[in-house]
């Protein structure tokens, strides 16, 4: 069974920079066709999808936040991050790391974290 669980502050300041960690369980970032992604959910709004990181170190971001946006892997531990640069109270959302796969009909997120609530305000 895959699971997958975020960490990281669930505060941050106006203009730093958010970071979150994923540790997966169950299952290796490296094994081919499955990919590794963090998607978003403001408040009364719905899902966000942010970007990718692939099983062989490629990665794709939203063209909108592409700009401030960096997915990175640590494969000796089993683990992807998420950076997220000069941040507004816009950016305040639940976020979650999610296994990706990709059908013919489009993307697929079979597995999911909890999700983590991070909140930027001073």
């Known amino acids: 069974q895959v699971q997958l669980q975020e960490s990281g502050p669930g505060l941050v300041k106006p203009s730093q920079t958010l970071s979150l960690t994923c540790t997966v369980s169950g299952g290796s970032i490296t094994t081919g066709s499955y990919a590794w992604s963090w998607i978003r959910q403001p408040p009364g709004k719905g899902l966000e999808w942010m970007g990718v990181i692939i099983y062989d170190g490629r990665t794709y971001y939203r063209p909108s936040l592409k700009r401030r946006t960096s997915i990175s892997r640590d494969t000796s531990k089993n683990q992807f991050s998420l950076q997220l640069s000069s941040v507004t109270p816009e950016d305040t959302a639940v976020y979650y790391c999610?296994?990706?796969?990709?059908?013919?009909?489009?993307?697929?997120?079979?597995?999911w974290g909890q999700g983590t609530q991070v909140t930027v305000s001073s």
């Open positions: 999610v296994r990706e796969t990709k059908p013919s009909t489009g993307a697929e997120f079979d597995y």
